[in-house]
């Protein structure tokens, strides 16, 4: 970087706005927090924008500085008790967050040419969001239009049903009527071809979007010790909370099919958790299957180098941090060919994609590799030699400066 370029970045200030930003409210939680640690550490001018219901983890016990949070207003409360028109509270929590902003760059005097509003999250694509007027503005990493494959559309809820239906009308809507999209100076885009196209749909200019990462991976977890594989193991592990597109109940149903006999740890809580002990007991499986519960993630991450391999047949996840985490730590994984872990995994190389043709197919295809995995020390290992190499790329701070090189260019024009 020219000293020019530096001296613009130590007068450029940067906001970034997630109305959940914590370590106990889920992965776009998790993320956006995530996204500001990484950016602070490399331009200390930066300020977080959240909702006050953040504000007691963020201050106490995070103690983190520079977070702004914003209040719950009579619309808010409104549009939340109607439920009907609960999907627009983002929208309105985009349009209190940029009035924030330009309250704050005004009361402190600030170079408003030096300025980035950067919307992190939701990450969803259809959401229509208000973007700043006199600074410039960066969405993403958008991701999400992640709809159930064929065979699993019975199972599709009335509201998933109308989303996926609705979701490129939607768009048009948008690029006529909401212009944040079109009028965004750069669009992170994370989902690959499926985001572009539905970012296109809503008046997104090409030379505008960049491809990126949906989430890096923490420094802690990457120099950590690779997991070393040799011999044979059969110990497998599933973590996540157990809700029905996890298909947690795939793994378990595979399980009858193995050559070998497979062990399945399942770490989590959810909906799900009932239906999957009651079908390891009809499939007389329960002492291939142990339900561990939930615990620390810490203590997850440090009980993981007991195991071959990482199972996540998810049918609706748009990345997939867990497979990242697995991937980092040197575990061989083992997905669905479909919406976020398509797009991490290397078939063959850092794991297996299962293409979701059917029901059959897929456990069939699970049995398989569980055991070739299971009495394969070799290919265990390269595959988790493969899996760091490629999880290095995702670390955090590497991440972050590709964003904040772009943030540059965007002051160069």
């Not at 950590?224 to 040799?230: A, N, S, T, Y």
């Amino acid at each position: 970087m020219t000293n020019e370029n530096q001296m613009i970045s130590n007068k450029l200030t940067i906001f970034l706005i997630a109305p959940n930003v914590s370590q106990q409210k889920g992965g776009e939680a998790i993320k956006a927090l995530g996204i500001f640690q990484e950016i602070k550490k490399i331009h200390p001018n930066t300020v977080q924008i959240t909702h006050e219901r953040n504000e007691d983890e963020i201050c106490n016990t995070l103690k983190l500085d520079d977070v702004l949070f914003i209040k719950d207003d009579p619309l808010t409360l409104f549009l939340w008790k109607t439920v009907v028109l609960r999907w627009f509270i983002d929208t309105w929590f985009s349009k209190k967050a940029i009035d924030l902003i330009e309250n704050y760059v005004k009361q402190n005097q600030l170079d408003s040419t030096q300025v980035i509003v950067h919307q992190t999250e939701p990450n969803s694509p259809v959401l229509p969001r208000i973007i700043a007027k006199n600074f410039y503005n960066v969405l993403g990493p958008i991701n999400g239009n992640i709809y159930y494959p064929e065979i699993f559309r019975n199972k599709e809820s009335f509201k998933n049903k109308l989303r996926r239906i609705l979701h490129f009308p939607s768009q048009k809507i948008n690029s006529i009527f909401f212009r944040a999209v079109a009028n965004s100076d750069l669009l992170l885009i994370a989902g690959g071809e499926r985001t572009k196209d539905s970012m296109l749909a809503a008046g997104a200019k090409p030379e505008k979007m960049i491809e990126c990462m949906d989430c890096g991976i923490k420094d802690e977890i990457l120099d950590r010790p690779r997991i070393e594989h040799q011999g044979e193991n059969f110990k497998f592990i599933h973590f996540g909370r157990l809700v029905f597109f996890k298909c947690t109940f795939l793994i378990i149903e595979s399980l009858i099919k193995t050559k070998h006999r497979v062990l399945l740890d399942i770490v989590g809580e959810g909906p799900e958790l009932e239906r999957c002990k009651l079908l390891t007991k009809e499939l007389d499986l329960e002492n291939r299957v142990n339900f561990l519960g939930w615990y620390p993630h810490e203590e997850l991450l440090d009980s993981l180098s007991s195991y071959r391999g990482f199972i996540l047949p998810s049918i609706e996840d748009s990345n997939g941090i867990v497979v990242q985490e697995a991937m980092a730590l040197g575990l061989p994984t083992i997905c669905l060919d479909w919406g976020g872990p398509q797009l991490l995994i290397e078939h063959g190389v850092t794991g297996y994609l299962i293409e979701p043709k059917s029901k059959e197919f897929i456990t069939d295809q699970i049995a398989q590799y569980l055991d070739d995995l299971a009495i394969n020390g070799d290919l265990a290992e390269k595959m988790s030699l493969a899996s760091r190499k490629k999880a290095e790329l995702w670390r955090w701070s590497n991440v972050m400066k590709d964003w904040t090189g772009y943030y540059e260019k965007l002051l160069e024009r």
